[in-house]
């Protein structure tokens, strides 16, 4: 899927809400557990019950990866029920050398056919390009997360010098970026607003502003609406462009909301809430 | 396997060679590609080929799931058929939040009965305490790597500032480390030397020493002997401790020594002259 489908999805649609199916195997409803295929039973439910009201499914790898090489054939077939009119994340957070990260580019965009995946920046360039080498898929880099551990690297000042000739004379030029500034502003380099986006787990409006100055046309991901506790009007107020230009994601507040037999009803509700707020976010938006 | 256990291997085989199984499917000799199970027929006979001469085996999960959920399964028999003598690495750079890196920890730690993992330090560190949580685990935390993408991030100047009250007089303290420094010096914080390791690329000499003057007691990984251009003797001279304190990584070099039917044979000779070798080394440490 390009970033021109999914933009017209998130318009036909009047959402850019991304469900988060990081379906632990403990939270499901009780009355599901005994099912042989209990897992992917879920994910069909919560898939059939939320596709009206969003644009996107994100899959994050670890949940899958628990439960062994059944959890990897259970997200093939997650992957494969998704609607084509969905963009396809998966949540997996890699980056290796080039011919490592190559084979995971092959095992999420080919192997598993995911149109998008998120990735670590940490090695820098040359473990970021065999994924943006591919065409109409996205890569989805790290910027600043919402976690508590952000403040360790992600925001700590970097001190960035830059060699100037300024009429014969030579300058050494200071910045003080944070980590995360300075690995959007490299890695933008190296991709475009067609195969690249990034996470933005910021929660504070001086960071959203100021992120969405530096990369005005970038799609970004947002997780952790919910019960990761980002605030949805915040997000968008600041965020927002022409395009939409966000992802907002939630997972355990959609795919938990109810641990009993009506959980995909629940789950339903809690998306076309979600739905219903972006709807008139978009409509401001395009007003202003 | 614990710290002192694979001490005591190194120290009974004179060997701190790790071999990397990168198995590539394209890559299997020829006469094995028609086998219906030839990735594990491959690993099998690398294994019994070279598990005399090393004391570790490091699995690249990406070449895995290129193959999907068959290759989590091939994995996961790979794992169980490395004998319980050997340390066994999951190389899979993981890294996310909290809840997410506890499922990462229990899919290689539990469901895959790794001794080891690589994590991502970008996210810090409640995206790294789910590993170090496990007992008689091992978390083994990027450092400095030898890709060139090194340069965009983990050789960049941090600035770090610290506020010191000296005699009444409150003093801002200025340190520039590199990135990867400074990650070293934060994540040593959040782990003992029994249960944290560092993957460690280097191949400049400065680096090397002062990274061990900075670390003397941890154990590291060093990847890229051979295909990537690491020198053993230069590794070996500056990082060699009274405990070994490395793993020394080489994949291509060995499981790739031959293409034909000789391709176990020529991996053994490679793996017997990696381990002749540092059993020199081994030597002239005990002996300095």
Redesign the interface.
């Known amino acids: 899927m390009t970033r021109k489908q999914l933009v017209e999805q998130i318009f036909l649609k009047h959402s850019y809400l991304c469900v988060g199916l990081?379906t632990?195997v403990d939270k499901i409803p009780l009355h599901l557990q005994s099912h042989p295929d209990a897992v992917f039973e879920f994910n069909k439910a919560i898939i059939d019950a939320t596709k009206e009201y969003c644009v996107s499914y994100k899959i994050?790898t670890?949940?899958y990866?628990?439960?062994?090489?059944?959890?990897?054939?259970i997200?093939?077939r997650t992957v494969d029920y998704i609607p084509e009119t969905h963009f396809k994340i998966a949540?997996a957070?890699?980056?290796?050398?080039?011919n490592?990260?190559a084979?995971?580019a092959?095992?999420?965009f080919?192997?598993?056919n995911f149109d998008a995946i998120t990735v670590?920046?940490?090695?820098?360039?040359?473990?970021?390009k065999p994924f943006l080498e591919y065409q109409n898929k996205t890569t989805i880099v790290?910027g600043l997360?919402?976690?508590?551990?952000?403040?360790?690297?992600?925001l700590?000042?970097?001190?960035?010098?830059t060699h100037i000739l300024d009429e014969g004379v030579h300058i050494i030029k200071k910045d003080?970026p944070f980590?995360y500034e300075?690995?959007i502003d490299?890695v933008r380099e190296w991709g475009t607003i067609e195969n690249l986006m990034f996470v933005i787990g910021a929660t504070r409006s001086d960071e959203l502003k100021s992120i969405r100055n530096k990369i005005p046309d970038h799609f970004l991901l947002i997780p952790g609406v919910g019960a990761?506790g980002g605030d949805l009007h915040e997000i968008s107020t600041h965020l927002l462009n022409k395009d939409a230009g966000i992802l907002v994601n939630s997972s355990r507040s959609i795919i938990y909301a109810s641990g009993g037999e009506d959980f995909a009803e629940k789950a339903k509700l809690a998306a076309k809430d979600y739905q219903g707020q972006m709807q008139s976010f978009l409509s401001e938006t395009a007003n202003t």
Chains 1, 2 share one sequence.
Do not use: C, H
């Open positions: 990081d632990d994050n670890a949940f990866e628990a439960m062994g090489a059944k959890g990897w054939e997200m093939q949540d957070k890699r980056g290796d050398i080039g490592t990260s084979q995971y092959k095992a999420f080919e192997t598993l670590a920046p940490y090695m820098g360039s040359d473990s970021l790290l997360t919402s976690n508590a551990g952000a403040k360790d690297f992600e700590q000042k970097m001190l960035i010098e003080t980590l300075w690995v490299k990761q």
